[in-house]
């Protein structure tokens, strides 16, 4: 007997004497992720427009609260500081910290290399997994106690050093998030995987989308990123999800901008416009056209559209092939400026999916820390004594505060935040939040990361501390009972060690700080969202992993263990079984690899032991 077949026999022998326990699976750190990606499998968390609130499946209005941690839009292709501290701690510590949602800026490049299945390698980040026992790798080896490290046990294979690649990396992220809960939101950050690549200002790279000041000259390791690939991949991923409501919004592309160019000289095709054209700069019929590709595969899916740089001055004949002028006189002004991705004027008369109630518009704010904008200083540039109102009247009513205020739709501000200077910054800083506070604006402040240079972050330079002034300042922004308890988005999972699950609120009689102290509104629960109208296609049957039993997005031992799991117990394991582990609808047909079509049988779970020895191939066929 050769040693594949020795190895097989040696398996298959402690999987036929299964009596159900789960501790009689294979001690590697598979088995932590099948645990964390079983925590609340509902896939009933989905969020619902209404008006400019936001509302959970039962009616009951719901305030995302959050944070950024950037990376994966980076040339490390992961979130920053997992070199110095472990994911279980990280996440732990933020939902402790009352953090509900993390947005996670990523590359569309990124995404491209999961959807061609030629994930981009990672970077930074320190992973080893030190077992407690022996364990007997699927190779036939053994990985002898205490061998490794104990940091991000889960980004390695069962050989205890190996890598796993940036999107098992990621999804074992979205797992954990799921496990203490948190929930994400997917930002598309740039199209390259480049610590600099937010600075182009459009959402695809292309020949004909040059930039015309040069600013994105060398941040792009492809030649070209085409629009179809920027709506193709965020695409992917969202079908990818569509099942698991860890993921429950996508921000279709940061900070969208460009600028006029001034005597004469224009840069259309570099400047992300807002109008009624199909043209590709046209980031309201983009945003559209990739709203609808997400919503077709997840009609549950929160849509965040971030508004432009830029907008023509309608009410002075100006029009969006009007140059800018250089400094020009009092009311002799022809553009709107703002923020890069501030600018939402445009929903006013063209709005992007009106029909749609899972729309949420998402400008970014800054203090004059990190620009000096006119509306922080006086005619002299002096530093003006701005209040809450001065910036309404002059910058925050007309870009985006009129949305909220007209009930259009929600507001998410993506990105606020900046340096504790004691100052105007700081000042600002609290005007917004407390304006946030007031009028139930969603919001994701910039950033958990310490290596942000125009703003800091909320924890120190080892991603270890937290900053406890500015988190001070932040903190009485996130959702929160008037006893103090953090209150989550997730309906089982409480948020942390000492937060609260929506349920858990929702029953509680306490109030919260939502609407300034009002505790926030309640509806009918909303009508289950339906996909948009599109060209009628044939919609392919949802792909079967053969062999992927517990819907992990591979094939593994424990496949194994959990099919013969649910023949020796059915009771507890079965698809209609009571324990939080049991198999799913997908997965018994995932599981259904040995001659499939038949039912479930002791097989199925030889045939994955052979698949994983190399000896077939999957489905296995009798005939």
Known sequence: MNEKIKAFAAVSAAVLALNGAVSAAPADSHVTNVNAAAVDDCNDDWLTARGSRLYDMNGNEVWLTGANWFGMNCTENVPHGLYARDVDDMLQSVA????????????????????????LPVSSIQASYNPPTDVLNEDGTVTPAGKYGNINKDFVQSDGKTEKNSMEIFDVIMQKCKKYGIKALVDVHSPASHNSGHNYALWYYEPTADDCDGMATGHFSKEKITWDDWVDSITWLAEKYKNDDTIIAYDLKNEPHGKRMFDGTTCPSNMAKWDNSTDKNNWRYSAEECAKSILKVNPHALILVEGIEQSPMTDR??????????????GEEKWYGAWWGGNLRGVKDLPVLPESNQIVYSPHDYGPSVYAQRWFYNDDNTPKNFTTETLLDEYWRDTWAYINEDDIAPLLIGEWGGHMDGAENQKWMGLLRDYMINHHINHTFWCLNPNSGDTGGLLDTQFQNWDAKKYGLFEEALWQTDSGKYIGLDHQTPLGQNGLSLNQFYSSGENSNL??????????PPTPPTTLPTETTTEPEPTITYGDADCDGSVKMNDAVLIMQALANGDKYSETGSDPNHITATGAKNADCYDPGSKLTPNDALAIQKFLLKMVTLPERSK
């Not at 910290?97 to 569309?108: A, D, K, L, M, Q």
């Not at 004949?317 to 009092?330: A, L, S």
């Not at 609407?515 to 009918?524: A, F």
């Open 96 to 119: 402790d910290h009352g953090i509900n949602i993390i947005r996670f800026p990523i590359s569309t490049e990124l995404l491209l290399s999961w959807m061609n299945g030629d994930p």
């Open 515 to 524: 609407d300034g102290g009002k505790g926030g509104t309640k509806i009918d």
């Open 317 to 330: 004949g100006v029009t969006w092939d009007d140059p800018d002028k250089f400094n020009p006189k009092p």
